[in-house]
Structures are given as structure tokens and as C-alpha cells.
């Protein structure tokens, strides 16, 4: 049930709102507060809103990779629906593009893609928001937002101020960065993100699953487009439409082991790949694979038949039963091979 609608210096505020209603898993209890941030104004009256109510907050952009607790959150969650997308400087070889951060991920693709610009192509339909995305660093067929972005445009909440911050201050790695680790966790609203795009193609050999599509349709231009248009294809075909089906998208993280633990691995008959930095890569949805669970129910969830990465809420109704299918599928996997799952989407805490 939506809570009640009031106005706070124009800025949308309800309340006691299900966060199954904001989250694409459709999981966890109700939101104290859920106040809607449309440009800079509102993110400074939204923390201060919180700060006046003792309340923690927890910042949401399409809630595609959170994933809410049976008994909610007792804070403000401040959804980003800042959009826009501005052309900083465009010349025959590049394009600067600063992103509101509630601007729709695969809104900004687009507007590269058609203006023939390379960089986020492989990164088609990944659900969510354009803020979100240097959060977990999102990445896709080869590319990472890290290998495009310049800045962010963020407001610190330590600080109270509107910072900028480089790259270089972003901590970038696999699914972890400043953002979502350590001691600036949660700290930093990111209200824009710039991207350096260039007038370029992708060049093969292209990341396993893309350039097997691509070989079979026998597709030789890699145009920013053509690029596209074939990852939405096998996105389509392997993985779960958010807007239909509930999901978090990938719900583990693929396995990094150490170079030194790397033939230990192979000896269980896991394919390791290597990476340039001597770290070797497990894929995470191979093993769920290999341990039967591909296309199986677990209290109320389904492992996605097409890539078990994937879970899909199908009728789960509580986080109590997320947590049971978890703890099976990670035990499995752990019996198995010895290596441990870790889950992808984050976690709203009740209390912050
Ligand atoms: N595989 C299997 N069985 C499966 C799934 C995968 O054997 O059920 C093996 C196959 O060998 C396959 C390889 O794993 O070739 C890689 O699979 P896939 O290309 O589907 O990618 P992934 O590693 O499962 C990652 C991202 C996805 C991203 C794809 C494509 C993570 C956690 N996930 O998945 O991201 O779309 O690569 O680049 O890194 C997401 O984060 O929500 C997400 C969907």
C-alpha cells in the first residue's frame, strides 16, 4: 500500500512505501520515507529532511541491483530521478557527455550508439541508472564503465558540499569501488557522471558469448551500433526483461582466486581463465551449472534455465526465503568446488 503524498520545497515525499514496489527482485518491507531527488536543490532539502528526522538514509536509482529486507528500511530512501544528457564537447574523434545520474543506463548507450560514438556499446540493456553505474562499476561483453568515465559530479555527504571527483579517486575494480567498499561506502550522492566516448569501433576478438553471436550471424561490421543491437539480442535471449520477470540480474559474482591457488582450483576440474594481473576468473554461473541447479526452484526462486547467474523471483514473498535459496546454492557450490559465492545486488540494512 503507497503511503501518503506531501510536498517538501517540490520535492515528492511518501511514505511507508514497499521497497518490493522499487527494487526489480520485489523483495523487502516498507520504506519509512521515499523522497523523489530531481536536480540539486532536492538532494540538499532530501538530506536535510533526513538529518531533521534523525533518519539514515539509503540513496536507490532503479533498484535493480538492491535488494530489501522483510522489515524495510526505517530511514529515507532518495531515488535519483535527476535525468538529462548533455553533450560537453564533440569533435570527429570524441565525445564528452556528462549524465544525470537518474538518467536511464541504456538511455545513455543509445545516444552513443546512434551518434556512432564506441565505449559503452557492450553495455547495452544493462537495467538501471546512469549514478548507479560507477557504483559497482558496472561492465558487460569486455567493457567497464570504468574505461569511459572522466568524473562524477557528487554531493559529499561528510562534507555537506558539492565535490567533483576524478577517476583516479574512484577506487575502480571488479564490481568494487570507493562507492560500495570501505570507509566512503554510501558516503558520496553522485548526482552526474561524465563519460569520454570515442569515434571508434570495437575490435575482436570480442568477449566469448558476443563473438560467438557474432560469428554465427556472420556480422563483420562492428559499428558502436551493430555492437548494440547484437548484445541486446543475447541479452534478450539469456537474460530475464526486469520489467517482466523479477530478478536482481546476475545474483553472484563471478570468482577471482589468487595465482598461487589458481592449479589447486584446476585440479577440481574448474576452467579458470587468466587475467593480465596473474588472477584467474571462475565464471560463478558454470558451477551453479555444474552442480544441477540450472533451471531448478528454491523456495519460491528459480535459477534462471538460460544463465545461472541468475535468480528470479517467481513467487517469493520474503527475504527469509531469498536467504534460504542463497545459503543452498552457495553451500552446493562450496561442497563442490571449495570456492565461495558471494552475492552481487546489495542489501538495505533496516538501521543504517
Ligand atoms: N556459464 C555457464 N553456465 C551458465 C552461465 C555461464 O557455464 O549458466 C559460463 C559459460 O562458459 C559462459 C561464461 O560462463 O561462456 C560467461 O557467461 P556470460 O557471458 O553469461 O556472463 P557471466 O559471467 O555469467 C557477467 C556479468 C553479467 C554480464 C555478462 C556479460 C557478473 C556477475 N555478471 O555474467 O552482468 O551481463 O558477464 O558480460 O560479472 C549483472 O551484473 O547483473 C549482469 C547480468
Redesign the pocket.
Known amino acids: 500500500m503507497l503511503g501518503s503524498l506531501c510536498y517538501n520545497r517540490c520535492m515528492l515525499i511518501r511514505e511507508n512505501v514497499p521497497i518490493a514496489a522499487l527494487t526489480t527482485m520485489r523483495l523487502g518491507g516498507p520504506a519509512k520515507f521515499v523522497l523523489e531527488i530531481r536536480n540539486n536543490d532536492d538532494v540538499v532539502a532530501a538530506y536535510d529532511f533526513a538529518k531533521e528526522r534523525n533518519l539514515s538514509t539509503w540513496v536507490m536509482g532503479g533498484g535493480?541491483?538492491t535488494i530489501g529486507l522483510d522489515a524495510g528500511f526505517e530511514g529515507a530512501i532518495l531515488l535519483n530521478r535527476a535525468n538529462g544528457i548533455e553533450v560537453i564537447s564533440e569533435n570527429d574523434t570524441e565525445l564528452i557527455v556528462k549524465c544525470q545520474g537518474g538518467e536511464i543506463w541504456d538511455n545513455v548507450v543509445r545516444f552513443a550508439c546512434e551518434r556512432g560514438y564506441s565505449g559503452i556499446e557492450?553495455m547495452s540493456l544493462?537495467?538501471g541508472t546512469t549514478g548507479a553505474a560507477p557504483v559497482?562499476n558496472?561492465?558487460?561483453?569486455?567493457q567497464e564503465v570504468s574505461q569511459v568515465i572522466v568524473n562524477v559530479d557528487a554531493y559529499d555527504t561528510k562534507t555537506r558540499q558539492f565535490v567533483m571527483l576524478e577517476k583516479s579517486e574512484m577506487d575502480l575494480g571488479?564490481?568494487h569501488t570507493r562507492f560500495n567498499v570501505g570507509a566512503d561506502k554510501d558516503r558520496f550522492f553522485i548526482t552526474a557522471v561524465t563519460l569520454r566516448l570515442k569515434k571508434a569501433h570495437m575490435q575482436p576478438p570480442f568477449?566469448?558469448?558476443?563473438q560467438a553471436y557474432l560469428d554465427e550471424q556472420e556480422i563483420k561490421d562492428y559499428s558502436p551500433m551493430t555492437i548494440r543491437t547484437a548484445v541486446c539480442a543475447?541479452?534478450e535471449s539469456?537474460?530475464p526483461d526486469p520489467e517482466k520477470v523479477a530478478s536482481?540480474?546476475?545474483?553472484?559474482?563471478?570468482v577471482y582466486v589468487e595465482k598461487d591457488e589458481i592449479a589447486e582450483v584446476e585440479a577440481k576440474g574448474v576452467?579458470v581463465r587468466r587475467e593480465a594481473n596473474g588472477r584467474g576468473k571462475v565464471?560463478?554461473?558454470?558451477?551453479?551449472?555444474?552442480c544441477g541447479l540450472?533451471g531448478k526452484e528454491l523456495y519460491g526462486f528459480r535459477v534462471?534455465d538460460?544463465?545461472?547467474?541468475?535468480l528470479i523471483n517467481e513467487k517469493a514473498k520474503s527475504y527469509a526465503d531469498l536467504a534460504k535459496a542463497r545459503a543452498e546454492i552457495v553451500e552446493k557450490v562450496k561442497n563442490k568446488f571449495g570456492l565461495t559465492l558471494e552475492q552481487?545486488?546489495v542489501e538495505i540494512p533496516v538501521k543504517e
Open positions: 535493480a541491483n557492450a544493462i537495467p559497482q558496472i561492465g558487460a561483453y569486455g571488479y564490481r568477449y566469448t558469448s558476443l543475447i541479452r539469456k537474460l536482481a540480474g546476475s545474483f553472484f559474482k563471478n576452467p565464471n560463478a554461473g558454470w558451477m551453479v551449472e555444474q540450472k534462471n538460460k544463465a545461472a547467474l541468475v552481487e545486488p
